[in-house]
């Protein structure tokens, strides 16, 4: 079993950051990248980076204010986000087994980092 800490979240008025993080207990064998997601069902992909070569992909939504990044050797995740917006708030999710296509092949997930955004 793949286990993932998420953390990060907060309160933040409308226009401000924040920072998440995802911790993974390891790499699953054959994974391609590991993601963030949002509100269910069924949970919306928000970021998305490859292992290996760093590949992101983004929903249309948050292009331009999230940036994801992969440390490796930690298996971690940071999810930058910049100029937040009330539709943001939701409780995001991190997984560590997403495929090729950046789909997730099962759906179990983790107690999720909260993000609230007032207007």
């Known amino acids: 079993q793949i286990q993932v800490v998420e953390s990060g979240g907060g309160l933040v008025q409308a226009g401000g950051s924040l920072t998440l993080s995802c911790v993974a207990s390891r790499r699953p064998f054959n994974s391609y990248a590991m993601g963030w997601f949002r509100r269910s069902p069924p949970r919306e992909l928000v970021a998305a980076i490859s292992?290996?070569?760093?590949?992101?992909l983004y929903a249309d939504s948050v292009k331009g204010r999230f940036t994801i990044s992969i440390d490796n050797a930690k298996n971690t995740i940071l999810l930058q986000m910049n100029n937040l917006r009330p539709e943001d708030t939701a409780v995001y999710y991190c997984?560590?087994?997403?495929?090729?296509?950046?789909?997730?092949?099962?759906?179990?997930w983790g107690q999720g980092t909260q993000v609230t955004v007032s207007s």
């Open positions: 292992y290996r070569g760093h590949e992101t």
């Open positions: 997984a560590a087994d997403l495929e090729s296509d950046f789909r997730r092949p099962n759906d179990n």
